[in-house]
């Protein structure tokens, strides 16, 4: 079961600086890391704050709808300061959230009480919802989940897709273990040697998410490559890990890579 770990706070992109500048200098949060669609502080009790500017997911597919969060977002005072999601939207943001470590190698059960309850408790627009998943190349996902969720919570029959669907979930465990993630990793990239280099050498869109400079000086890309590698080997246990999965790259069996590449090609996730 998925637990809580961190506080999400979502603004706008153009008030990033300003809202750094409060959590540093105002409340004594210390800043940890810049990823590409958040910054990540901890306060003095230890909580992890992360600062999200973006709530896109580097998915093309995905990143179509998750990019128009503002549009389906409105005041909730006069004020300003506080924004809610329209319901077909935060439902949407919530599948959208569990397709994403899907296809990365674990989603958590977690994730599937929360779209139950959502689809019980929650008022929203079905045809509205379903056209937000199309958008996002998530009909099929969503169609499976749906049934797999009336499997488990309801009396539901279980068909190939559920069981395929579960079973993945349940191998994965919370975010995914070493052996589903490269599992699914391969299947998405194609085989181990591809993976390898897509660790090795990220995509100019993710590589400028950590180093914005590259957007505007491309010629700067191998060395921003080289240091983002830098920047890894320096987290904690960060050398340690990156050995255990090109370890495991290496030898994970065929089989288990077929099975991932089966499930994400029949919910259409690649």
């Not at 669609?37 to 909580?47: A, L, N």
């Not at 329209?86 to 989603?107: D, K, L, Q, R, T």
Request: net charge neutral; proline share 2%; glycine share 6%.
């Amino acid at each position: 079961m998925r637990t809580s770990s961190d506080i999400d706070i979502l603004i706008d992109r153009n008030n990033l600086s300003k809202a750094e500048n409060i959590l540093e200098n105002t409340l004594n949060y210390k800043k940890y890391v810049d990823n590409y669609h958040d910054v990540t502080f901890v306060t003095p009790r230890g909580i992890p704050i992360e600062l999200h500017f973006s709530i896109n997911e580097n998915m093309q597919n995905l990143d179509k709808m998750l990019n128009k969060v503002w549009e389906y977002s409105k005041p909730l005072k006069n004020d300003g300061y506080e924004y809610v999601q329209s319901n077909e939207y935060f439902f949407f943001h919530n599948i959208a959230h569990m397709a994403y470590p899907f296809v990365a190698g674990g989603c958590g059960i977690r994730a599937c009480i929360d779209c139950y309850l959502l689809r019980n408790k929650l008022t929203y627009d079905e045809s509205e919802l379903r056209e937000m998943c199309s958008i996002a190349g998530l009909d099929k996902f969503y169609k499976v989940l749906m049934n797999l969720l009336d499997v488990w919570f309801e009396d539901g029959i279980a068909t190939d897709e559920t069981d395929a669907m579960a079973s993945y979930i349940i191998k994965g465990g919370n975010f995914g273990t070493l052996e589903t993630i490269i599992a699914a990793k391969q299947s998405v990239q194609g085989n181990k040697y591809r993976y390898a280099f897509s660790r090795l050498w990220v995509t100019t869109e993710h590589l400028s998410g950590y180093y914005p400079i590259v957007k505007k000086h491309k010629v700067l890309i191998p060395i921003y490559q080289v240091k983002r590698w830098i920047d890894r080997a320096k987290h904690r246990g960060g050398l340690e890990s990156y050995r255990e999965e090109f370890d495991m790259n290496a030898k994970i069996d065929k089989k288990t890579v077929e099975d991932a590449k089966k499930t994400l090609k029949m919910l259409d996730l690649i």
